[in-house]
């Protein structure tokens, strides 16, 4: 496996802008290795150090300590970003220019030819939704816009990178789904995304990977499966009955559910052996196995 | 290459698309307009007049114009963030920095160009348009040292805020006009030291004496080709001095 982004005890500390000797612990002996051909998803409450990880990946500041490697190279390394997309934070462009032009820009600055650039503008407008507001410009944009024209400019030149920072902030739910297209798309076409989100459903509906950020530090980096399994707490087993009557006296701890029955247990063996005995007595087995917690009770609820 | 090319396209669009430059413009053809007003008010030679006007109101609005782009343009992306995506491309940030300079290069030469073309207009009103020929070295000194401006702008634009780089900008351009008569004022009356402290800050700071030509243009004392020459390659000189720092310190610049 290779690994396009890696970190090796990063630290990042900023003084106090008013204050100089005071100082402020961003990021805190960060290691993780981001795999290649794999979504990754960034999460963390505010102020984890998410956006400062990301800023110091892409060489816009540089560590206090330790050693990033970004596609071999140093994050300030020039020549490595023509296969790097990215997306900042927040979707500042220049608004004097319109869809067309900024995406002209940016695709020149990433050394797309000129009909390179006639060929892919319309093709990645349609990508993000905006192949009708090629002529119009960024300055009357809505932020959901921005936020796709963003991603736009982050794809434009078929990156094998792809660095998203809240790439779903601020869009509807029509925008949120396209942007997840784009982000499958990216996956089904082998490419190396790394995206932060607030908006863990979103995170655990696209991403292979996880990175948990909590105060600067990593609280969990790996596959996602792995962390949900990690975390199962119960398994249940839901059935129906053709002679309701029996059901409390075989199980005492059934409940009953609108038209049929719930078990739950602490381990996988109390679950197995229940569903031996369901199958004996010729109850039907509607559902069985784990309950995995969402993403989002693992990562807010502290259970990492 | 080609990045700085594209920086400075795109840089020249962002100008040319800003109403402030447009309110400039408008108040320099406003200066000119109050020009012929005087010149109908006062008794001397009105080709004179209107020389002195135009050439000055050219000098002050190129001036005006490349310190408030110079210092803004660069200040401006830091704070709006416009420059994550962009150094997120194979964009170094000398690259960067020669685009935008160029970027505001073209357009200052373009105002010039326009200025130039009311300019001549207006002389040609006055019966002067053959004159207007002897006064283009003294538009071209004007353009060379506009150049300077902005490479000062620039390279403060890269220490501090906009309005800290602007009076910097200003300061040194005030230093830079008065430094040359400040040293024959002073020698006569003054202790050496000062003297030479004086003489000094003329040798390290700019000096915008080398592009002084208008007066000698507008009465007739004439200059000489080796005074363009030098003032050309002494401006040059300090453009790239002032953009190699401003490389420099903004290599240095975290871009949070």
């Known amino acids: ?304 | 290459m080609k990045n700085i090319f594209s920086v400075a396209r795109y840089t020249y669009l962002e100008m040319v698309r800003n109403k402030i430059l447009y309110i400039l413009l408008f108040f320099s053809f406003f200066i000119i307009g109050l020009g012929i007003i005087i010149t109908q008010m006062t008794m001397g030679n009105p080709q004179d007049i209107i020389s002195d006007i135009g050439l000055g109101t050219t000098e002050i609005f190129l001036t005006v114009t490349s310190v408030f782009i110079g210092v803004s343009l660069v200040r401006r992306e830091l704070t709006l963030k416009t420059l994550h995506p962009l150094f997120a491309r194979p964009v170094s940030r000398a690259e960067y920095m020669l685009g935008k300079f160029f970027g505001i290069e073209i357009t200052l030469f373009i105002l010039t160009l326009v200025m130039s073309v009311i300019f001549m207009i207006l002389l040609t009103f006055y019966g002067g348009f053959s004159r207007f020929f002897t006064f283009i070295p003294a538009i071209y000194t004007i353009f060379i040292q506009t150049s300077m401006v902005t490479a000062v702008a620039v390279f403060c634009s890269t220490l501090a805020e906009p309005a800290v780089a602007a009076m910097l900008s200003v300061s040194f351009y005030i230093i830079g006009t008065i430094s040359y008569n400040l040293v024959h004022f002073i020698t006569k009356n003054t202790s050496e030291s000062v003297v030479k402290l004086v003489t000094t800050v003329r040798y390290i700071l700019p000096d915008f004496h080398y592009f002084n030509i208008k007066n000698n243009l507008v009465y007739g004392t004439g200059i000489d080709k080796i005074s363009l020459t030098s003032a050309t390659f002494y401006s040059l000189a300090w453009i790239v001095i002032l953009l190699a720092l401003a490389v420099v310190f903004f290599n240095k610049k975290e871009i949070n």
């Open chain 1, 1 to 304: 496996m290779n690994y396009p982004v890696v970190l090796e005890n990063v630290v990042k500390i900023y003084s106090h802008p008013m204050k100089v000797w005071e100082k402020v612990v961003s990021v805190n002996d960060l290691s993780f290795e981001l795999p290649e051909g794999r979504v990754t998803g960034f999460v963390g409450h505010n102020g984890a150090g998410k956006t400062t990880t990301i800023k110091m990946i892409m060489g816009f500041i540089t560590p206090t300590k330790g050693k990033i490697s970004v596609l071999g190279k140093e994050p300030s390394d020039v020549i490595s970003k023509k296969k790097i997309g990215f997306l900042p934070e927040r979707p500042y462009f220049y608004t004097h220019l319109n869809s067309r032009e900024f995406l002209s820009y940016f695709g020149s600055l990433s050394g797309l030819s000129r009909s390179d650039l006639d060929r892919l503008i319309p093709l990645t407008l349609k990508r993000v939704g905006l192949e009708d507001l090629g002529k119009r410009r960024l300055s009357s944009f809505s932020k959901g816009m921005l936020q796709r024209i963003g991603i736009a400019q982050a794809i434009i030149h078929d990156p094998d990178l792809v660095i998203m920072d809240e790439p779903m902030s601020g869009l509807d739910p029509i925008g949120r789904k396209e942007v997840k297209d784009v982000i499958a798309s990216l996956r089904r076409d082998g490419k190396t995304v790394l995206f932060s989100s607030h908006i863990l459903s979103d995170v655990e509906d696209l991403s292979d990977n996880v990175l948990v950020l909590s105060k600067g530090q990593k609280q969990y980096s790996g596959s996602l499966e792995a962390l949900l399994e990690r975390n199962i707490s119960k398994y249940e087993i839901v059935f129906s009955a053709k002679n309701e009557g029996a059901v409390f006296n075989d199980f005492p701890k059934a409940e009953k559910l609108s038209k049929t029955y719930l078990l739950s247990f602490a381990t996988d063996e109390e679950m197995s052996k229940a569903l031996y005995e369901l199958i004996a007595k010729k109850y039907t087995i509607i559902n069985a196995g784990a309950v995995r917690p969402k993403l989002e009770e693992i990562v807010y609820g502290g259970e990492i």
